[in-house]
């Protein structure tokens, strides 16, 4: 093969990228709006309130009054 016979080629091989990326977005679109995955997904977008209902519920080193102060 030599370079004219690649130049040949080459609308031909962009065109196949072309559509190959089309089907692998195509896939990602898919698979992120599957019915299976929305539950891991919902999971995920609330864990970043876990730590706060746990911290609400157990408190941690002394209680301090209403001036910072630490009780006894």
């Known amino acids: 093969m030599d370079i ?3 130049e040949a080629l080459k609308p031909m091989l962009i065109s196949f990228q072309t559509l190959a990326l089309l089907v692998l977005f195509a896939g990602i679109v898919l698979w ?7 539950g891991s997904f919902d999971d995920a977008a ?7 209902d746990k911290a609400k519920g157990t408190r941690q080193g002394t209680e301090q009054d209403r001036a910072g102060a630490n009780k006894k």
């Open 4 to 6: 004219s016979t690649l």
């Open 32 to 38: 992120a709006y599957s019915k299976r995955r929305k």
């Open 46 to 52: 609330n864990s970043i309130f876990d730590d706060e």
